[in-house]
């Protein structure tokens, strides 16, 4: 995926740190446009993915909304030209100074986890003579077959209203005169590959909805959220996600009262196989069963592989070209030799932390690999570098674009 000359930028670059990719970044997002403008769909981009400024600046130019889940997310909109009109505000435990904060500045909707949370937001709004608008979030009791660390739509999962409680919060919602209910809305889960668990979410979403009609309640907005899967093991071959698929679904199977707007909210598709992490190796260390390549990059710069055990494709970019070239040199003069099969080597990619749980990835192979290679940790744009933390006292993670490299 590198070329030649930006590995030799990254070496003049102290390591480790997140690359982005800008053009990358862009065909997605024109994608994403072209794929929900046909149906006319509102898409909301997820801050918590990746809430850097360049990487909402670009995607402010698109012209989408959105979806914060904490307070200080809303006031990063906000800041960043967001307009508050297409800022939606979920969380389970959203505080009182962050619900005052999303009255002062008029947002869309607050998506609303529970009873006890909608008397809360009437009171403050009553507080502050406001009506806040409201979509209820339902958890649906949707698979969707990703890691369950990542699922949200099961009854188990601390997320949204359940299905049995939609009578008494209907019931209550009449004495909140502050309230105004405008939606409905949902989120099953992340990194979702199979569209059918979309397909069952819509289902879903049809019944509520007959529901609500069958006791004479109407909304103008559906928000189905996000989920959408990246392909993190190929990710040239996949370098952005089937948005045409994922929007036709939904156009096909949700059922529509006319008037009704459906929203989106997407982060990781968005912003995922723009960004990677670029580190170097610091030593190599021969275990009794494998040979531990270990990076100066750790758990503290990527999370992901020590929180849920995800795979990120990992490529040694200082040898890779070389590798390659020679491939076709070989191929060229003789051409039953098997390079670079035999060059091939098995290592456990390791980081610097002090936890046992801070490894990249066991037995990838790599060609041999030695101190000082660059080593490039891919599809690393979402819940990357916004996961970053400074245990062990280490540095905060830095980034480049690659318009200003
Ligand atoms: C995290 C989150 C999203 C975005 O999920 P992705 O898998 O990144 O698309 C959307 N909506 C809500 C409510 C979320 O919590």
Known sequence: MFEQDIVNKFKNIPTPFYYYDVEVLKQTL????????????????????????????????????????????????VECGYASEHIVFAGVGKSDAEINFAL???????????????????ELANAKNKTANVALRINPNVNANTH????????ENKFGINLWELE????????LKNIQLIGLHFHIGSQITDL??????????????????????????????????????EPDKNLIADFAAYFKLFNDFLELRPGQKVHFELGRAIVAQCGTLISKVLYIKKGVNTNFAILDAGMTELMRPALY??????????KENKVNRQKTIDKNLKPNIQY???????????????ESSDCFGKAVNLPETFRGDLIAIRTAGAYGEVMSSGYNLRDRVKNFYSDKL
Not at 106 to 122: A, K, P, Y
Not at 312 to 318: D, G, P, T, W
Not at 341 to 354: H, T
Request: glycine share 6%.
């Open 30 to 77: 024109q994608q994403v446009k072209a794929e929900s403008d046909k149906y006319n769909f509102n898409v909301h981009y997820a801050l918590k993915a990746n809430a850097n400024n360049e990487i909402l600046n670009i995607i402010k130019t698109f012209n989408f909304g959105a979806d914060c889940v904490s307070g200080n997310e809303v006031k990063k909109a």
């Open 104 to 122: 002062d500045h008029n947002i869309f909707c607050f998506n609303c986890e529970s009873l006890q949370e909608l008397e809360v937001i009437n």
């Open 148 to 155: 369950k660390y990542i699922t949200t739509g099961l009854e």
């Open 168 to 175: 008494s919060v209907v019931n209550a919602l009449t004495g």
């Open 196 to 233: 059918s668990s979309f397909k069952s979410l819509c289902m879903r979403v049809n019944e509520i909805q007959s529901w609500f009609v069958s006791h004479k309640i109407k909304f103008e907005n559906i928000n189905v959220g996000g989920g959408l899967g990246v392909d993190y093991h």
């Open 309 to 318: 055990q995800a795979y990120h494709k990992i490529e040694n970019i200082s």
């Open 340 to 354: 670079p099969i035999s060059n091939i080597f098995k290592y456990d990619v390791v980081g610097p932390i002090c």
